[in-house]
């Protein structure tokens, strides 16, 4: 019979981002009401959606660890 259980203990799931990312952000907001540069201000925004798309794919990535996980977990299980 196959052994489906690992021996050694499997990786945790990456923990909530979003604080770093917000912080990240007000910063951003600070040097964009610094300044008077539309080109800046058009940079700036671009690297603040950038960092949403980050939070989005490490929520999706954290969703899959769990989803996957469970699957493993209840792999022979009835439900």
């Known amino acids: 019979m196959t052994n489906y259980f690992p021996k050694d203990t499997p990786p945790e799931i990456p923990p909530d981002t979003c ?3 917000n912080f990240i952000q007000e910063v ?3 040097i964009k009401n ?3 540069s539309h ?3 058009a940079r700036l925004q671009l690297v603040s959606d950038t960092l949403e798309y980050i939070r989005d794919s490490n929520d999706a990535l954290r969703r899959s660890g769990k989803y996957w996980k469970r ?3 209840n792999k022979g299980r009835k439900k």
Request: proline letters at 0%; a negative charge; aromatic letters at 20%.
């Open 19 to 21: 604080l770093y990312i």
């Open 28 to 30: 951003l907001d600070q």
């Open 34 to 36: 610094e300044t008077d």
């Open 39 to 41: 080109f800046l201000e």
């Open 71 to 73: 699957k493993f977990e």
